[in-house]
């Protein structure tokens, strides 16, 4: 059974969110900017009626689109300090913890974490070098430093980190502390035994697995795109020239 809630319940946690902010918030722009400020606050209750609009209708990815650039709106006014929202008004997002090795980025990976982000912000936590050794018997094609700066940039992730050394897995858990552990459907991870170690370090995790796997494109996985690369007459071609770095 899919632990994933519907999309009308999904998009409800996003529109109980904004209806506080709008409900609670304060302007506290300086007079010369109130009129600016205004007419943002009314762009994102826009947005705020077509994503609702759309939910209707059942267009449930534009009510998405629309909703996420209402909350984006408000809250780059909150940060910015031109809006106060009430104490107690706004709900803190929990915090999911998503990991695995992230070698040659693929849509597998996105959907993966735009899943997760749906659940509150994400923190990635990227496999060490040397783990993806001990349990996989290979080194990754990309590097660990490299692999994180990649996953830093994918967009729904809040933060990414380097995993522990050693086989204690857990400890980065530990550190981190998140509301949410979100497993790929691929992830060797038995649910029930993950959860039960997790209690007896004193760690209340919500433990769930995507259980949608990702097909809409062939190459999928880190081990398909290798296989095709492997394949390919033209690419080996390519492996067989000289690397010439160009500056430009």
Known sequence: ?????????????????V??????MRLKAPQHLKSQVEAIVD???????????YAKLGDYPTSYVCVAYCEGLLDCLKHLGLIGVEEGAVVE???VMVAGVFDII???????????AELGDVIVVVARDSTVQRLKGRRPVVPEEQRLEVVKNIKGVKEAVLGNEGEDMLKIVEMIKP???????????DEAKLKKDLEERGLK???VRLRELYEAHKLCSTTK???EILSREDLQKLAAEPDHHVSR
């Open 1 to 17: 059974m899919s632990p994933w809630k519907s999309d009308e319940e999904r998009l409800s946690r996003y529109f109980n969110y």
């Open 19 to 24: 209806e506080r902010v709008l409900e609670k």
């Open 43 to 53: 762009n994102a209750k826009r947005y705020y009626e077509d994503a609702k609009y």
């Open 93 to 95: 997002r929990k915090k």
């Open 106 to 116: 693929h849509p597998g990976h996105t959907f993966l974490i735009s899943r997760a």
């Open 179 to 189: 509301d949410i552990i979100m497993l790929g459907p691929n992830q060797n991870f």
């Open 205 to 207: 995790v919500e433990v």
């Open 225 to 227: 795109i290798i296989k």
